[in-house]
């Protein structure tokens, strides 16, 4: 392995760019050329792809984004398109590729890998949602983020004795939803994986008004419905005034927690070393918190499941 190329596609998520130094500086270190692809894997086919050198990825590792950009590329889901990303790589004798992205992004990395090229994956989503990995770069920062944010609602919520219905992102996985929702002691978190019952949230709010409390926060993950859905919900039950927030994008900016910068430099420093020792068609992924690679055939064997334990105790401590 001489040239071997890196980028990132799908949902941008902060610590990426932690991931992208790591590849560049370890692949030079070992006495590689290493390229970087632009806008993922539309720039991939398009062949937006530069030579880095060690400074191209200077001063980034503290920021959020993706400094490569990313994209979200219909035209590369075709054979076609595949083919011409290939092509791309060829021209340059660029020899294997580092893919940081969701699920959707590994899906087209897996097709790569079966023409020939060597790939690895690395997981970068703030869902959490990868099959495979207990952790995806961008998660810690995610859920500080919105329990930020949630904590400045909580105190206007008070001040005015509001309910503040938020909605917070994820599509299929509640783990945003459950995590900020536990750390920011929401009264009540609907997460897809579970059903949710509107009357189970009323009695919540019922109880902690008998005790006086006139204020409640309610997380709701994208993937079960909208925030205002509950807000509507709750009023026609019950006589109350709420409000609804929702994070949106909010969630995947912003500077990556310290976590995220570890996991993303040791995630990235491993993807190289794998490829120098000719292995690939693989993903790097945490299991009991170290950072291990795991073949994609593996990884498609195993369910991403949130921890459900989390999920009571975020109930016996919101009674
Ligand atoms: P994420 O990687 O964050 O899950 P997406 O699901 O949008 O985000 O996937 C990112 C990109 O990966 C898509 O825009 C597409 O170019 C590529 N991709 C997704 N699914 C496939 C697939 N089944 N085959 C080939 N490429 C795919
Ligand atoms: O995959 C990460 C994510 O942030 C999801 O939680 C969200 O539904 C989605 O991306 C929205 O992304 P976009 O609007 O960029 O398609």
């Known amino acids: 392995m001489k040239k071997l190329a890196v980028l990132t596609s799908g949902g941008d998520a902060p610590g990426m760019n932690a991931a992208i130094r790591a590849v560049v500086r370890r692949g030079i270190e070992q006495g590689l050329d290493v390229y970087g692809v632009y806008n993922g894997y539309e720039g991939l086919l398009e062949g937006h792809i530069e030579q880095m050198q060690l ?12 400094m490569l950009r990313t ?21 340059l004798g660029i020899e294997g590729l580092v893919v940081i992205g969701g699920d959707g992004s590994f899906q087209g990395a897996k097709k790569l890998g079966k023409k020939g090229l060597p790939v690895i994956g690395i997981p970068g989503t703030i869902d959490n949602d990868i099959a495979g990995t207990e952790y995806s770069i961008g998660f810690s920062t995610a859920v500080s983020t919105a329990v930020e944010a949630i904590d400045k609602i909580r105190d206007t919520a008070y001040s005015h004795e509001k309910t503040t219905i938020v909605e917070v992102m994820g599509r299929g996985a509640g783990d945003i939803a459950l995590w900020a929702g536990l750390c920011a002691g929401a009264e ?3 997460i897809p994986e579970t059903p949710y019952h509107i009357e ?27 925030a205002e859905e509950i807000s509507e919900e709750i009023k026609k039950r019950i006589q109350l005034e709420t409000r609804v927030m929702v994070l949106g994008y909010l969630q995947r900016g912003g500077n990556p927690s310290v976590y995220d910068r570890m996991i993303g430099s040791q995630m990235g420093a491993k993807a190289v070393d794998l490829l120098i020792e000719g292995q690939h068609g693989c993903m790097i992924a945490v299991t009991s918190g170290k950072v291990i ?10 369910k991403h499941e949130i921890d459900m334990s989390l999920y009571q105790l975020a109930r016996s401590l919101s009674i």
């Open 188 to 190: 009540s978190i609907l």
């Open 293 to 302: 690679a795991k073949s994609f055939e593996q990884a498609e064997k195993e």
């Open 55 to 66: 400074g191209s990825v200077g001063d980034i590792i503290h920021r959020g984004g993706t």
């Open 200 to 226: 189970d949230i009323i009695e919540r709010m019922k109880r902690g008004r008998e005790r006086g409390k006139m204020h409640n926060i309610i997380v709701v993950a994208e993937g079960v419905c909208k």
């Open 71 to 91: 994209s979200r590329s219909e035209r590369f889901k075709t054979e076609e398109g595949q083919q011409q990303g290939i092509e791309q790589l060829e021209k």
